[in-house]
């Protein structure tokens, strides 16, 4: 399993300053599994959550770090859960993610819905 970007960024600051990963959950308010599950993005990254993470970290970094956290965590909550859908929907996933990897451009009607479903997640 991967971390994602918020995991590996709150990890690699938890480490440099000697922190572990239960005083990091218990400051938050949750258990230390349930934080892993986030940085693993197994578990939804809420807002309170990043909130309370930063919270916790400002004790111990500078604003540059926080900032990382941040961008981190933006990039985490944009990881969609495929775990509860067809294997044929998960195929179509990523076969458009490897054709948008590769440069193409998705059609005009593409483009279309996608515009069209925006909000709705």
Do not use: N
Not at 31 to 49: I, N, P, V
Not at 50 to 77: M, P, T
């Amino acid at each position: 399993m991967k971390l994602t970007p918020f995991g590996e960024a709150v990890r690699v600051i938890r480490l440099r300053h000697g922190l572990s990963l239960k005083a990091m959950a218990e400051a938050m308010g949750i258990s230390s599994a349930y934080l892993s599950s986030m940085e693993f993005g197994e578990k939804r990254l809420a807002q309170k959550h990043i909130d309370s993470a930063i919270a916790f970290l400002g004790q111990y970094c500078d604003q540059e770090q926080i900032r990382q956290v941040r961008d981190a965590a933006e990039q985490s909550k944009q990881i969609i859960d495929t775990e509860g859908m067809s294997p044929e929907a998960r195929g179509h996933i990523a076969a458009f993610a490897r054709r948008l990897q590769e440069g193409a451009t998705p059609t005009p009607a593409i483009l279309s819905w996608i515009e069209g479903t925006k909000g709705k997640v």
